[in-house]
């Protein structure tokens, strides 16, 4: 067959679409599909609905605008990292890119969804470092999503939980991630994918979000494995964030801008989205701001509990999971900066309550001059905490035993070492596209192909092993063991030995275990 037989036409419930090649031009992309309804007038702040069919042969050859976000910093880190350009933003952003090595019905591909982070706040489908290619060429399909965000995409208000049938507000991010597998699950085989096979993944928000997912029954049926990247643990950053302190924020916002709910509505969205975030961000400020802003919230709709307690409990989706962390995630997880033992340990009683006494322990913070050594530890431990709680949950409550993962390549070119997101550029084989590209070695490159294998092998089975690959066995109490990832070492390791580690994962299971027989 040559490139110009190749299928590109598809017919969804919607209408048909044509896709283009894509760099390789055996497989094809579809940039922007539409998943839902533009979410604008009467729908802002409402639960996404399907797509208005339409006549005719819709071209996919563009990416659709990002959400409205919060842009990146000119100069900033993240900003040179993976956002060099700005792209256009609209309140009309419900589409999906669809990768496929194969349009046919026939072909029934594992199929996986990412779901990008951004703390619910930024990202976007189809940032520099993501691309479907390297799925394709090892025989899966790769689906990106874009999701409503901040203000747009978690806004809660009284007003607006009176106007919804299922009397909530606040979740419409994740309500769009809901909807974006219903349109999967009903139209994905046309594109070559097997509906029954779908894996969810995602990192940081993204993470959030998978948990989110797996543990609403919103998703019974609609996913077969899941990934959590940077996020996944029995304890999460936001923690029990009920609907009503999200209502309450709502109420404080709108009478800190001084508009009723109608005014919002008939708001021009980017002027939304920033006088929405300012007052927002000024008030949290204000109150000691513990938690992001605009995030999932506990709403007894889309989830009945905090996503870590539900995971703990073994109330989640009985699936297949991987979840792991990068060494310098504990610099965003691991509180903020203090100096002095006072301030250390005033934020480890904020944090864990009952159980501060036995956490201050570990740490034997004698003066000021032991904090900087303590806030290292407390990183370092932060950085393992969530895989290691999940699979311990896991294999505590009965369920299939998760693989679990550590990445801790230093990144060249500068002092960044291991950062948060920096394992993107290796699971989508996009190392090429990085500013670090000359600097990266062929153990860079083995290490991108390793990781984009494991992580096809586990949607496609549930299990990240395959031939001429290092064995990675499930966590358990037996094989206690972590996948550890870097450019000179890919093997499966027992990190446990350090006792503040070991201390703060012990602790973190038995206050919650605790917390659940309560």
Not at 308 to 322: C, E, L, N, T, V
Request: charged letters at 20%; hydrophobic letters at 40%; glycine letters at 10%.
């Amino acid at each position: 067959m040559s490139y110009a037989e190749v299928n590109r036409v598809v017919k969804t419930e919607a209408g048909l679409v044509k896709g283009v090649p894509a760099g390789n031009p055996a497989y094809t992309v579809f940039r922007g599909v539409p998943y839902a309804k533009p979410p604008v007038g009467e729908l802002r702040w409402q639960a996404p609905v399907d797509p208005e069919p339409w006549e005719g042969i819709r071209v996919c050859d563009t990416f659709p605008p990002t959400a409205i976000l919060n842009e990146q910093q000119e100069g900033s880190f993240y900003q040179k990292e993976f956002f060099p350009c700005p792209m256009p933003m609209s309140e009309d952003c419900l589409y999906l890119n669809i990768w496929t090595p194969s349009a046919s019905p026939d072909a029934k591909l594992p199929v996986m969804m990412w779901i990008h982070g951004g703390a619910y706040m930024g990202g976007y489908s189809y940032e520099m470092e993501f691309d479907g290619e390297a799925f394709c060429r090892r025989g899966v399909i790769l689906v990106t999503v874009t999701y409503r965000l901040g203000p747009l995409g978690f806004f809660a208000h009284p007003e607006l939980s009176g106007r919804s049938p299922n009397g909530v507000s606040g979740n419409y991010g994740i309500l769009d991630q809901i909807q974006a597998l219903k349109w999967i699950r009903k139209n994905i085989a046309a594109f070559g994918g097997d509906p029954d096979n779908v894996t969810i993944f995602g990192q940081s928000a993204g993470g959030g979000s998978v948990q989110c997912l797996v543990t609403s029954p919103l998703t019974k049926g609609l996913i077969r494995r899941a990934i959590c990247q940077s996020a996944g643990g029995i304890n999460t950053l936001n923690g029990d964030y009920l609907l009503s302190d999200a209502e309450a924020l709502g109420v404080a916002v709108c009478e800190k801008i001084g508009k009723t709910m109608d005014e919002l509505l008939e708001m021009p969205a980017k002027e939304l989205h920033g006088a929405i975030m300012k007052a927002a961000m000024e008030l949290m400020m204000a109150g000691g701001m513990r938690r992001l802003p605009f995030s999932p919230v506990v709403d007894g709709y889309v989830n009945a509990e905090a996503p870590g307690k539900a995971i703990a409990a073994a109330r989640h989706h009985d699936i297949d999971y991987m979840t792991g962390s990068v060494a310098g995630d504990g610099g965003l997880f691991g509180g903020f900066p203090v100096k002095t033992k006072e301030e250390f340990e005033k934020q480890l009683r904020q944090t864990y309550g009952d159980y501060a006494d036995r956490y201050i322990a570990l740490f034997n913070v004698k003066s000021d001059e032991d904090v900087a050594k303590a806030v290292a530890a407390r990183a370092k431990a932060a950085s393992l905490l969530a895989p290691r709680s999940w699979a311990i949950a896991q294999t505590r409550n009965g369920r299939k035993p998760a693989y679990i993962y550590y990445f801790r390549r230093e990144m060249p070119g500068d002092d960044a070492g291991a950062f948060h997101s920096s394992e993107l550029w290796y699971i989508f084989g996009t190392l090429d596209r990085c500013w670090r590209a000359p600097l990266f070695t062929g153990g860079d490159y083995i290490l991108s192909r390793t990781m984009t294998d494991y992580w096809t092998n586990f949607a496609k089975t549930g299990d990240p092993n395959g031939p001429n690959l290092p064995d990675w066995p499930a966590y358990s109490a037996g094989t206690p063991l972590t996948m550890c990832f870097d450019e000179k070492s890919i093997k499966a390791e027992d990190l446990s030995g350090d006792p503040i580690t070991d201390g703060m994962v012990n602790l973190l299971v038995e206050k919650t275990f605790s917390e659940l027989s309560k």
